[in-house]
Nanobody, 115 residues
Framework: QVQLAESGGGLVQAGGSLRLSCAASGRTAGIRGMYWYRQAPGKQREMVARLATGGGADYTDAVRGRFAISTNKARNRWYLQMDSLKPEDTGVYYC?????????WGQGTQVTVSS
């Protein structure tokens, strides 16, 4: 199992930027996919970005061109750079790790974009 902890959320004005971080611990050698999800009030959780081992990054259409997912060399920390933020990007952002043995989630970090 992998333990995940997000950081970097906060309140920002529309057009601003935030960088989220996800720190992974535990059985990180088994991580095969690194993901960011978000959940807006009253809506279902949706995938925002993903980065698979040996593969490129992929994004949901709503954030493509504005958000970027990346990881460190050890692949035990990943990031979500969010630029040109919009009020509709508001929500709780979760990092997710898919491993050989589990599908693990962090507790989430709140992102609020004011208009």
């Amino acid at each position: 199992q992998v333990q995940l902890a997000e950081s970097g959320g906060g309140l920002v004005q529309a057009g601003g930027s935030l960088r989220l971080s996800c720190a992974a611990s535990g059985r990180t050698a088994g991580i095969r996919g690194m993901y960011w999800y978000r959940q807006a009030p009253g809506k279902q959780r949706e995938m925002v970005a993903r980065l698979a081992t040996g593969g490129g990054a992929d994004y949901t259409d709503a954030v493509r061109g504005r958000f970027a997912i990346s990881t460190n060399k050890a692949r035990n920390r990943w990031y979500l750079q969010m630029d040109s933020l919009k009020p509709e990007d508001t929500g709780v952002y979760y990092c997710n790790a898919v491993t050989n043995w589990s599908n693990d989630w962090g507790q989430g970090t709140q992102v609020t974009v004011s208009s």
